[in-house]
Structure formats: structure tokens, C-alpha cells
């Protein structure tokens, strides 16, 4: 089975950047449709980003639209979020999350994946 590690969080004040990366442990990495999600204190986990197993398909949720991009690397099993123009709303937990599909498809929700990583703290401030 697929396990994720997300690495890159931290601090960084409004309107900085950073880059998250999340690896996985297998080859099969590339079978898989993967996203991003985030959870802030007293939130619920929400979608932020998504990806198609090629990467040819990708959605966003409109608050981070023009201000994060996800990527992949297939052939390095990673999995990218470069966000720029951050905003203390864009601060809590990120996740990333993977489920089995060759599809065009990227699901947008919790339920649409079965595989999670622990998640990296992400603190925007002044």
C-alpha cells in the first residue's frame, strides 16, 4: 500500500511562499489521482487541490485559484503544492491524499480518497 509523506511547511508571513512535497513510498504512485487538502483549527478538512493520475487534469477550490499550483512527478513519486501570495486564511494543517483511478476524474472530497498523509503545519503571520 501507498504511504505519503508531506514535508515543506512553516512560517512565512503574508505574501511569502513555500513549496510542499509530498512523497510516496511506491512506483504505483503514478496509478493514482492525488489532492491536497487543509484543516484549520475548529474546520473541517477541506479541499484545496487536485490532480489526475497523468496530471493532464487539474481543479482547485476558488480561494487559492491564481495563488497555488499543484504538480506531479511520476517519475519521482512526488507530489507538489507551490503556493505564492500567501494570506493568514491559507494557515492550517495540509494534507495530502491519494485514490486508485486512471481517470480524467479528481475528486473533491474527504470521501473520494483513501489514503492520507499526517499533514505539515502551514502558519501565515506577521
Known amino acids: 500500500q501507498v504511504q505519503l509523506v508531506e514535508s515543506g511547511g512553516g512560517l512565512v508571513r503574508p505574501g511569502g511562499s513555500l513549496r510542499l512535497s509530498c512523497a510516496a513510498s511506491?512506483?504505483?504512485?503514478?496509478?493514482?489521482?492525488l489532492a491536497w487538502f487543509r484543516q484549520a483549527p475548529g474546520a473541517g478538512r477541506e479541499f484545496v487541490a487536485g490532480i489526475s493520475w497523468s496530471g493532464s487534469n487539474t481543479v482547485y477550490t476558488d480561494s487559492v485559484k491564481g495563488r497555488l499550483t499543484i504538480t506531479r512527478d511520476n517519475a519521482k513519486n512526488t507530489l507538489y503544492l507551490q503556493m505564492n501570495d500567501l494570506k493568514p486564511e491559507d494557515t492550517a494543517v495540509y494534507y495530502c491524499?491519494?485514490?486508485?483511478?486512471?481517470?480524467?476524474?479528481?475528486?473533491?472530497?474527504?470521501?473520494?480518497?483513501?489514503?492520507w498523509g499526517q499533514g505539515t503545519q502551514v502558519t501565515v503571520s506577521s
Open positions: 511506491e512506483s504505483t504512485f503514478r496509478n493514482y489521482a
Open positions: 491524499a491519494a485514490t486508485f483511478s486512471r481517470a480524467h476524474w479528481v475528486g473533491e472530497t474527504v470521501n473520494d480518497y483513501e489514503l
